[in-house]
């Protein structure tokens, strides 16, 4: 079974550009979580799509968006880019809820904001 | 507001030994605690868990202890491996608000000394 994907592995962007990152979720799952880890901190809850809508966001700036497709895939895209938003973004899976055994985590798409 | 918290960013320990890792939380409401594992370059792998209507829970070497008094969690590891030199993080939810969010601690780093 193939686990939580995430493209681009990489990504640097400049000061004010845009950023899209990508993610699959486990086959079967319809929960996606996004989370960004900064240097030095433990991981902080962004977004969260269920069924293709929104369903939570974290205590970010509307510039932080994304989007879930029909095939459960998504998007998260932060606009006008700052040099704090240089981070490692991770996405999770789940099916319905989180379950008991909490999500499957991508390897994340690390983002550095120049 | 951290509600999650792991005072210790590194522990080392000698191979065979027990390793104890702490968490402390803020939030009465949390009802579900989770630790997760994470290596360099991939995604947080979930570890264990253990309800609030739990005081302990065991898988293997991995004991996870809950103390609701304190607002205490502790992960043990016996005996600790080379392989299990990772970060830690705990986590703690609150299920019943459907929220789909896990707060987690900063992470404590682990090395286990062959």
């Known amino acids: 079974e193939a686990g939580v994907t995430q493209s681009p592995t990489h990504l640097i962007k400049t000061r004010g550009q845009q950023a899209t990152l990508r993610c699959s979720p486990i086959?079967?799952?319809?929960?996606v979580y996004w989370y960004q880890q900064a240097l030095g901190l433990g991981l902080q809850f962004l977004l969260w799509?269920?069924?293709?809508?929104?369903?939570n966001r974290g205590n970010f700036p509307p510039r932080f968006s994304g989007r879930q497709f029909p095939n459960y895939s998504s998007e998260l895209n932060v606009n006008a880019l700052e040099l704090e938003d240089s981070a490692l973004y991770l996405c999770?899976?789940?099916?319905?809820?989180?379950?008991?055994?909490?999500?499957?985590f991508g390897s994340g798409t690390r983002l550095t904001v120049v | 507001d951290q509600q999650v918290k792991q005072n210790s960013p590194s522990l080392s320990v000698q191979e065979g030994r027990i390793s104890i890792l702490n968490c402390d939380y803020t939030?009465?409401?949390?009802?579900?605690f989770l630790w997760y594992k994470k290596y360099p370059a991939e995604g947080p792998t979930f570890l264990i868990s253990?309800?609030?209507?739990?005081d302990k829970n065991e898988d293997g070497r991995f004991t996870v202890f809950l103390n609701k008094s304190a607002k205490h969690l502790s992960l043990h590891i016996v005996p600790s491996q080379p392989g299990d030199s990772a970060v830690y993080f705990c986590?703690?939810?609150?299920?019943?608000?459907?929220?789909?969010?896990?707060?987690f601690g900063q992470g404590t780093t682990l090395q286990v000394k062959p």
């Open positions: 999770a899976s789940s099916y319905l809820d989180r379950g008991l055994g909490g999500y499957t």
């Open positions: 086959s079967g799952h319809t929960s």
């Open positions: 799509y269920d069924e293709g809508e929104e369903r």
């Open positions: 939030n009465s409401m949390f009802d579900y």
């Open positions: 253990i309800s609030s209507i739990k």
């Open positions: 986590a703690a939810s609150h299920g019943s608000s459907n929220t789909g969010k896990l707060i």
